[in-house]
């Protein structure tokens, strides 16, 4: 299988993958779609009632309800009756046992009958009975024989303590109180009406159970609210009410899931046919993997937020700055590749729009204005106008879009200018933004490279002021080689930059190079290797002072490529010619390379080498210009320097026509001015 049909097949694989993930990000679309906020305008059409709907209370009506209930519930008490004939046989046995020689058989019997009396009515622990009277509560329920429940009041029941002093307070004045406390009568005493805990929950469950969720009914067709009207707080619910009902209708079924994959049909169909487009037609951007990982980054950031923020209902979608996505695509990429991903990126977000219409003609209007705003994007300040410009639109599109639905202006139109003043706010940010995907994927933006283009940026400063004859052959190399970039529909501001830094390393030894020399030629004083090893660091050299200066690395390969392999031919045909019997080993006299791969590297080579060869000529006739440009270039060409870039026939051919007409005039000759007689 081909390698490009496999990275095609991933492109496209890629898509899919993203439009699944935003699928899964919500727990379905079938939910409401629209959003509201108790007190604001109705920002929607007419609304109706799509099917019969109850009424549903409001959360914090039916959490007070049943607090309620849960309130006036009497807890359940069980009556335990087998507690009183435990105590008895167990006072029977004791007094038999060890009192009935000391104390007498009435005591016996009063505390007998007095226990029996005090167990009928019931004993209850001290602490449930305080919390009762704390609470207020009068009665409970007493399940007692048979299971049959009574409500008792509280009244009726003793603690511990209350039923110790009973014991003392109604004895008869015959028995003695010491000789009732040598019988010991706390051991009898313990509580028979018991807490019984899971009959109370399960009788509160009953009345939460047959308590109504709602208040009425709203029927199929019955009018809800209109476009422009306030949301007041029966509506609200009227609303809130259906969307719950919604909700509730595709949670789980079949429903629910047709409408996922329905949302995963168009949006992936969407993103295929991205996928296609970019594959036939902008093949340059999907072969490179960092392009395709920053648009999927950013497809799923802004589809699947809208579709995270549309279920969720977090704030209105206008806050989002979806032209945010095509600044920064336009920031790295052309106007061409912004346009097309920005616009299905704005179709992709329209599936979860509840009135997708008028959200696409606002968002396509403005993203067009933004793109040609930044048509030449040379400067950071162009960001924060076309955000400005992205937010004028943004009112006449919505203007246009109020009066022509409405036939006039609303008096609520203010809050639609609101959320376009938040994504103004969230644009300007795109600034930073930028700087930061630059670093992260390595990009070099338009605008960095007018920054780095500057002659006063402290590198090149140095170079003018160290090697100056260096410094105007940047110039003029960069004057070739962004005339022949745009004739051939290279990179214009990449070449640029990078022909200014391509020669940085000559300020390590700016003497040895032709262009700054004065009368003595250092060289004289070196060997044939020795000078070729000279001319050759300045290659290295630049590349150190690039990576400390923090160039990025589209300007550092400009200068690692500018000689690709190609040889110092000078000092090669010197010494060629100063030892004719000896072979001699061209590797000292090469440059390490690699040789240009892209448009752009191999029109700065040719640049590099016509113009310095150029400075050569004694006459710049236009005959003369032409030879040695072809032959220059001819050279060049037969040494396979440039076999490794994607320059045709045709491309050498317009490059030699450009190169001689920018010479031509570089090098024309100027009149002799008369002298005044």
Not at 187 to 202: A, G, S
Request: proline share 4%; glycine share 6%.
């Amino acid at each position: 299988m081909p390698q490009a049909f496999k990275k095609n097949i991933r492109t496209l694989l890629g898509f899919l993958l993203v439009a699944v993930l935003i699928t899964l990000l919500t727990p379905g679309n079938g939910g409401f779609r629209y959003q509201f906020s108790k007190g604001k305008p109705w920002q929607y059409d007419l609304l109706t009632a799509p099917y019969d709907f109850p009424i549903y209370k409001a959360e914090s009506e039916l959490s007070l309800e049943q607090d309620s209930i849960r309130e006036a519930m009497k807890p359940v008490y069980t009556y335990d009756e087998e507690i009183m004939a435990l105590m008895l046989a167990e006072l029977k046995d004791e007094y038999h046992a060890r009192m009935s020689k000391s104390i007498p058989h009435a005591y016996y019997i009063y505390v007998h009958q007095e226990l029996r009396r005090l167990y009928t009515r019931g004993l209850i622990q001290a602490d449930q009975l305080v919390n009762l009277r704390e609470r207020e509560k009068l009665e409970i329920n007493l399940v007692g024989k048979e299971n049959i429940m009574k409500r008792e009041p509280i009244t009726r029941f003793y603690s511990l303590k209350e039923a110790y002093e009973q014991l003392y307070d109604n004895k008869p004045n015959a028995l003695d109180a010491d000789l009732l406390q040598q019988m010991d009568l706390s051991r009898y005493l313990r509580d028979n009406v018991l807490y019984n805990e899971d009959l109370t929950q399960k009788l509160i469950q009953a009345e939460l159970n047959d308590l109504s969720p709602s208040v009425g009914l709203i029927q199929q067709g019955e009018r809800i609210i209109d476009k422009g009207e306030i949301v007041t707080p029966y509506t609200y619910n009227l609303l809130r009410s259906l969307a719950q009902e919604q909700d509730k209708r595709s949670g789980g079924t079949l429903q629910q899931w047709s409408l996922r994959i329905g949302s995963l049909l168009s949006m992936g169909l969407l993103f295929f046919v991205l996928g296609l487009y970019l594959i036939l037609f902008i093949p340059s951007f999907v072969q490179q993997r960092k392009n395709m990982l920053f648009l999927l980054i950013s497809l799923f950031i802004f589809v699947g937020l809208t579709a995270v923020n549309i279920h969720y209902d977090l704030f209105n979608q206008y806050i989002i700055p979806y032209v945010m996505f095509a600044i920064m695509m336009r920031t790295f990429f052309d106007s061409h590749t912004s346009l097309i991903t920005y616009i299905i990126m704005v179709l992709a977000s329209a599936i979860f729009i509840a009135e997708p219409l008028g959200f696409i003609l606002i968002q396509v209007v403005a993203g067009l204005v933004a793109l040609i705003a930044l048509q030449t994007l040379s400067s950071r300040a162009q960001l924060i106008r076309a955000a400005f410009l992205v937010y004028l639109f943004y009112t006449i599109v919505s203007l246009a879009i109020t009066i022509m639905n409405e036939g006039g202006i609303r008096h609520d139109y203010w809050v639609i200018q609101l959320y376009f003043a938040i994504n103004l706010i969230f644009l300007t940010f795109t600034y930073i933004l930028a700087f930061i995907v630059e670093k992260i994927f390595g990009y070099v933006s338009n605008v960095s490279l007018v920054e780095l283009s500057d002659v006063n940026t402290p590198l090149l400063k140095e170079l003018s002021e160290i090697a100056p004859g260096t410094f105007q052959h940047s110039l003029q190399v960069s004057i070739l080689a962004t005339e022949a970039a745009s004739k051939i529909g290279g990179d214009v501001q990449l070449i640029r930059t990078g022909a200014l830094y391509h020669d940085i390393g000559k300020i390590k030894n700016p003497s040895y190079f032709t262009e700054n020399q004065g009368v003595n030629n250092p060289h004289n004083l070196l060997s044939c290797e020795e000078s070729a090893q000279i001319i050759i660091r300045h290659v290295t050299d630049g590349i150190a002072l690039a990576q400390k200066h923090n160039l990025p690395p589209q300007i550092i390969d400009f200068i690692r490529t500018h000689h690709g392999r190609g040889m110092t031919r000078y000092f090669y045909n010197t010494y060629c010619n100063q030892h004719p019997d000896q072979e001699v080993d061209p590797t000292p006299f090469s440059y390490p390379g690699p040789n240009p791969w892209t448009k752009e590297q191999g029109i700065l080579m040719l640049a590099d080498a016509v113009e310095a060869s150029s400075r050569s000529l004694k006459e710049h006739t236009e005959d003369g210009i032409r030879l040695l440009t072809n032959r220059i270039i001819d050279s060049i060409v037969s040494e396979g320097l440039l076999n490794d870039t994607p320059l045709t026939f045709k491309d050498i051919q317009t490059i030699k026509e450009v190169f001689l007409i920018k010479l031509k005039t570089m090098y024309h000759s100027r009149i002799t001015y008369p002298e005044k007689q």
